[in-house]
């Protein structure tokens, strides 16, 4: 089929479009942006006769490679802290492909572009195809990995776990809230453009290194499709920026996307490529420098900087924030010993990190043994029952974390965090601008103008809270955290299942009691609220020896 036989079919299938004259359409996702100067093109002309052969073709070689790597074996030559880290990777990642999914009728709704419309419906069948290899994927680790366990509950456990709720919250935005703001500016501009890159490129290149040829072939045919959504959120920008009053409004998404986006993606797949590895090559990058060659230096200096020229003010002190938060702040490496204190309430275990990876670590974070070292050492020390109880619960010099509202990570960053009462409540923040994406951005008035169509944070936005005063074993068993023999549970803090003495069973956690730094901060008096936030910013939560 020649190119000029698809042009002129993308153009006869516009023509078929039309506004309905005899009934006005019901409006079921609003926006408050404005789109009446618009201009409606469609840059990449993708029609289904071309897309549906293509597509099918990728799909049929990852269903090949998915073959072959079970005729080869090759789940049991991956690197096992490698795997365990999948089982919350794999839980999260097809719950915001189907997001995506669901937001391409929210932006088909709000965008008056029926050229665009064509786009957007290529982009949701291809989120559904992502999700659906993806959970194919799972299934695959799931039979054929030597520990199941926290592969067959993943689906129940994104729901209810801790990091599901951060994970949930982040796939949510693309589908609450003003249209725009949701399935194009956070979704298409800067979660697909710009964090896909570390997401779909730099991880599949670590699990490679870890023995997982398969995760690469699924999540390249995926990075593959993402030059044509990006294309369909670029279009839809320009549009917006043709009407001079939606500037303030696009300013003000992308302050809060690039930074959510931040917080979230960076914490979780810096996290996996840097703590689920086994490859401590010298010259191996680290995340950071993956992180500044994929983000800073192809998104950032490539894509946003450039719409300076259209009179668009861009994020920079926020983008030059999240790269001193992974180089200067360790950002990365708090989210990790974070996870590594919660694992009796994880699925997934969390192996020690070894001398090698203590001389890895140090050369490519300079300073990172002064402030990760000893607690790590620490957390080899007690990773085994009987004698002690789990390291959260041990005086290790490590303070439990006070949850942000917004992007739902802790405020581990503990000199930034931020506290304000808001709607009747103290509220705490990872930062300034998490403060300000509740307090100011999402709310129904924006610098004087009303935004009635932008979401609100609601429900249970701290995990801890639901769980406050409860015995530890109880928390488990209520999260279903518990193998078939009743007793012995899921998570370990390390990989060393052969030997039953070495693993914890409920029987190790009973009788500690949780608690939420939240509910505790607010049945504080101001006085005592007051010393409590100066002291936890002023600890600088390392352990000594």
């Known amino acids: 089929m020649s190119r000029q036989s698809l042009s002129k079919a993308h153009k006869k299938i516009t023509e078929l479009s039309w506004e309905p004259t005899f009934a006005t359409p019901a409006k079921r996702f609003g926006t408050d942006y404005k789109f009446d100067k618009a201009p409606k ?14 597509e099918e073709e990728k799909d049929n070689r ?12 090759m789940f049991r030559q991956v690197q096992e802290r490698w795997m365990e880290w ?5 839980s999260i990642i097809p719950f915001p492909e189907i997001s995506a999914a669901r937001a391409m009728p929210m932006a088909i709704d709000a965008v008056p572009n029926p050229e665009v419309h064509n786009g957007l419906a290529v982009q949701m069948i291809d989120e559904v195809r992502h999700s659906t290899i993806q959970m194919n994927l799972k299934r695959l680790y799931m039979n054929h990995y030597i520990d199941p366990a926290g592969f067959d509950i993943t689906e129940k456990a994104f729901s209810n776990n801790y990091a599901g709720t951060i994970g949930r919250q982040f796939g949510e935005g693309f589908i609450t809230g003003d249209a725009i703001t949701a399935a194009n500016i956070y979704l298409t501009v800067v979660a697909e453009t710009a964090f896909t890159n570390t997401l779909f490129v730099a991880m599949p290149s670590e699990a490679a290194a870890n023995g997982d040829y398969l995760l690469p072939t699924v999540f ?44 979230v993606v960076d914490a979780a797949i810096g996290t ?29 200096r490539s894509y946003l900087i450039p719409l300076e020229k259209y009179g668009l003010k861009i994020p920079h002190d926020l983008v030059e924030e999240a790269w001193n938060r992974i ?7 708090r989210v990790a010993q974070f996870f590594a204190t919660g694992w009796p309430v994880n699925y997934w275990r969390i192996d020690p990190m ?14 990172w043994y002064n402030q990760f070292g000893k607690w790590w050492e620490a957390y080899n020390r007690l990773r085994y029952p009987g004698k002690n109880k789990p390291i959260a619960f041990e005086n290790v010099g490590y303070e439990y974390p006070h949850r942000c509202w917004t992007c739902m990570v802790p405020a581990l960053i503990r000199e930034d965090m931020v506290t304000e009462k808001v709607d009747g409540q103290w509220r705490t923040y990872c930062s300034e601008t998490c403060a300000w994406t509740d307090t100011t951005a999402f709310r129904g008035e924006y610098e004087g103008r009303e935004t009635p169509n932008m979401g609100r944070l609601t429900g249970k936005r701290e995990w801890e809270t639901l769980y406050d005063g409860m015995d530890l074993a109880d928390i488990i068993s209520d999260l279903g955290y518990v193998r ?33 730094p939240n509910i505790a901060l607010n049945k504080m008096s101001d006085a005592e609220r007051e010393a409590h936030i100066a002291a936890y910013k002023a600890n600088p939560n390392v352990t000594v020896a």
Not at 86 to 90: T, W
Not at 327 to 333: E, S
Not at 354 to 367: I, R
Not at 494 to 507: E, F, I, R
């Open 354 to 367: 070894t001398d090698t990876d203590f001389e890895w670590f140090e050369s490519k974070y300079p300073g």
């Open 41 to 54: 093109k469609d840059p990449l002309k993708q029609i289904l006769r071309s897309y549906f052969p293509m």
């Open 86 to 90: 999948q089982k919350l990777f794999l």
């Open 327 to 333: 180089i200067n702040k360790h950002y990365v490496h």
């Open 272 to 300: 996996f490529i840097e703590y689920g590895t086994k490859d401590r090559r010298k010259d191996r990058d680290s995340y950071a420098e993956m992180w500044r060659r994929w983000i800073y230096d192809d998104y950032y």
């Open 484 to 516: 078939d023999d009743g007793k012995t549970l899921i998570p370990q803090p390390h990989l060393d299942l052969d030997d039953p003495k070495k693993l914890w069973t409920l029987n190790d956690v009973r009788g500690i009691t949780f608690g939420s």
């Open 220 to 263: 390249h045919s995926v990075q593959s499709d993402e030059s044509r959504h990006i294309s369909n959120g670029y279009s839809i920008l320009l549009m917006a920026l043709a009407d001079e009053d939606n500037r303030t409004l696009l300013e003000r998404d992308l302050r809060y996307a690039w930074w959510n986006n931040h917080c």
């Open 62 to 73: 990852v269903f090949g490679a998915m073959d072959g790597a079970i005729r080869g074996n």
